[in-house]
T-cell receptor, first 110, second 113 residues
Framework: KQEVTQIPAALSVPEGENLVLNCSFT??????LQWFRQDPGKGLTSLLL?????REQTSGRLNASLDKSSGRSTLYIAASQPGDSATYLC?????????FGTGTRLQVFP | EAGVVQSPRYKIIEKKQPVAFWCNPI?????LYWYLQNLGQGPELLIR????????DSQLPKDRFSAERLKGVDSTLKIQPAELGDSAVYLC???????????FGQGTRLTVV
């Protein structure tokens, strides 16, 4: 059974720091991996999608990497801003559905 | 392009009452998902549709939950009767036939009192 773990569960950093969020999964037979952002009381916003054949994807200040063999993905956020404060969820697409981690709650303070 | 639309955004009901949630996916997306998100947890799949066919409903508690996607577009998720433990956020998502990238709606926050 696929299990997705995210570390750390919570993170508080000052504005301007570069930071890394970690995601690990137990079954490497994934189709793709998707990173989402969730603001309090809101739905999920797709940030990056990495196909299983890819190693990384970039969008603005965000960079996500994927190492399928070791079952790991990282989300790198450069020059963090208070507006980045949210919960970040990773999900792997496996057996025709997304399986989510429990998220990393990020707070960026001025 | 309009995103996934869900209604209502919030719903408060008494236990044992029925409740229904509605989802309109992104135009042209043939795959529709209903997910349940408990507080502090990641979403978990309840049911997946390919067009009008429910292809994975293994996690749907069929004694009280039902769903339909008539005509393969809009979908409705129903709970009858609701229990206190059903309080959660119900998320709808959709994806197109040529991509597994999922796009989510704003969710419906259900509170059962």
């Amino acid at each position: 059974k696929q299990e997705v773990t995210q570390i750390p569960a919570a993170l508080s950093v000052p504005e301007g720091e570069n930071l890394v969020l970690n995601c690990s999964f137990t079954d490497s037979a994934i189709y793709n991996l998707q990173w989402f952002r969730q603001d309090p009381g809101k739905g999920l916003t797709s940030l990056l999608l990495i196909q299983s054949s890819q190693r990384e994807q970039t969008s603005g200040r965000l960079n996500a990497s994927l190492d399928k063999s070791s079952g790991r993905s990282t989300l790198y956020i450069a020059a963090s801003q208070p507006g980045d404060s949210a919960t970040y969820l990773c999900a792997v697409y496996n057996t025709d559905k997304l399986i989510f981690g429990t998220g990393t709650r990020l707070q960026v303070f001025p | 392009e309009a995103g996934v639309v869900q209604s209502p955004r919030y719903k408060i009901i008494e236990k044992k009452q029925p409740v229904a949630f509605w989802c309109n996916p992104i135009s042209g997306h043939n795959t529709l998902y209903w997910y349940l998100q408990n507080l502090g947890q990641g979403p978990e799949l309840l049911i997946r549709y390919e067009n009008e066919e429910a292809v994975d409903d293994s996690q749907l508690p069929k004694d009280r939950f039902s769903a339909e996607r008539l005509k393969g577009v809009d979908s409705t998720l129903k709970i009858q009767p609701a229990e206190l433990g059903d309080s959660a956020v119900y998320l709808c998502a959709s994806s197109s036939y040529d991509s597994t990238e999922a796009f989510f709606g704003q969710g419906t926050r259900l509170t059962v009192v």
